[in-house]
Nanobody, 118 residues
Framework: QVQLVESGGGLVQPGGSLRLSCAASGSIFSINAMGWYRQAPGKQRELVAVITSGGSTNYADSVKGRFTISRDNAKNTVYLQMNSLKPEDTALYSC????????????WGQGTQVTVSS
């Protein structure tokens, strides 16, 4: 079994910054891709950013130039640095990880709320 625990969410004013963390623990041999997704009320969940084990990244157009995804493979942790936050970034942010133990399986965290408001 694998657990993903997010932290770092909160209330921030427009233009502010937050750094999210997501730590994976449990039965892990290796982790392939790790990603951040978000879901705003009344909207579908969308990909925010993803990073492979080798460090290749991909971002949603709406966050390019403002958000940066990174990971620490030794700690099985993925980060999301969010700068120049906008009210439309308000959502529940969840991480996922493609974990290999005896086979590959995708796990999800419970999410952390980010609210951008003045």
């Amino acid at each position: 079994q694998v657990q993903l625990v997010e932290s770092g969410g909160g209330l921030v004013q427009p233009g502010g910054s937050l750094r999210l963390s997501c730590a994976a623990s449990g039965s892990i041999f290796s982790i392939n891709a790790m990603g951040w997704y978000r879901q705003a009320p009344g909207k579908q969940r969308e990909l925010v950013a993803v990073i492979t084990s080798g460090g290749s990244t991909n971002y949603a157009d709406s966050v390019k130039g403002r958000f940066t995804i990174s990971r620490d493979n030794a700690k099985n942790t993925v980060y999301l640095q969010m700068n120049s936050l906008k009210p439309e970034d308000t959502a529940l942010y969840s991480c996922n990880a493609d974990v290999y133990y005896s086979d590959f399986e995708v796990y999800w965290g419970q999410g952390t709320q980010v609210t951008v408001s003045s």
